[in-house]
């Protein structure tokens, strides 16, 4: 049983204090460094797939969550309003899709520019009870990854099954594996917008996009504005959780009265599909940490390449193999107290992928003698092969260590 926070504590990946406060872990150097590279890519994967990024405050006028309908609907899940006066007050959002829908109606819109897609790493709040929270699977202070994607209505197929791709894209990469699908419908009750209508043809369309796909029925689980796509991940203990959510919603485009100039010249309502690829930051990587058991693929391993001179002689060799390593993008560092069994088994424990070890012999060849986490030995090559070998499986983000 691989438990992410106990691993988080001993790879020294995120710290949770008291002090800082429940459901409010701290990103530690190690854990910085992996999610950076994680974020990194995944802003490239939607900038290549036409997103634009955008920043966004993680507080906003009350006035902004009475109209998109979170403060009537979504009050219970949301911390308490802040009050500097009686005509300021403020919501830590519980959702980006406020903001974005100011970022569509910042100006007018043609429907030549739809599909518009608009995505933003950002930060958002929910008052999980104190009973529930727990290293970085469940916290009050949630960095999403999100967009929302304006449509024509012709468009939301095609668009949600290209999102469908872009998730498989982005879970191959990082090594997720998906438990199932869920699609998540309204349950009884008052807590949702909008009408039967609305409801019915997002519905068919999700049910369309899912195709031959095996999915899972989930009444009650929708959001308050529209059925979803949930993708499910399972926890080390078995629990379910959703990751990755496509949704759609026409209740918002209304709210905010967004519109386009349709190709007969018309104001014409778009479409609001929201969706995360890999969902928060924290909940990837509770689920990250125990699927990998702390050992990432070489590209978003916190440190990549630990550099080991056998004896004081190499120390210079040593520190300049591990300068070219950083200068060549990788994170390596160089270790030199304690004798080279422990430190390559302090290595292996680390999950560093790459130990180099370099020694009399080596240095004076101009050699790096590579030692895996796994175990693995590679006969000692060329400083600058060792070097090309990572930086290659570090660029194609393989899961193997060798090519
Ligand atoms: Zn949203």
Redesign the pocket.
Known sequence: MHDHRRLGRELELFHADPLSGAGLPVWLPAGAAARHAVEEYVRELERRAGYQHVYSPPLGKRELFELSGHLGYFADDMFPVLRLSADDEFVLRP???PH?ALVYRARGRSYRELPLRIAELGGMYRPERSGVLGGLSRVRAISLN?A?NFCAPEQVGAEVAEVLELTRAAHAALGVRPAGFRLSLRGPGEKYVGDDEEWQRAEELLRAALGGLPYVEAPGEAAFYGPKIDIQVRDAAGRESTLATI?L?FDKPARFDLSYTDGRGRRARPV?V?RSLVGSMERLFAYLIEVHAGAFPAWYAPVQVRVLPVGPAQVAAAEAFRRDCVLAGLRAELVVDGSLGARIRDAAQRRVPYAAVLGAREVAAGQVALRLRDGRGVDPMAAGDALGLIAGVVADRSAELLP
């Open positions: 959702a980006l899709c974005h999100d929302h949704q919603d609001m929201h």
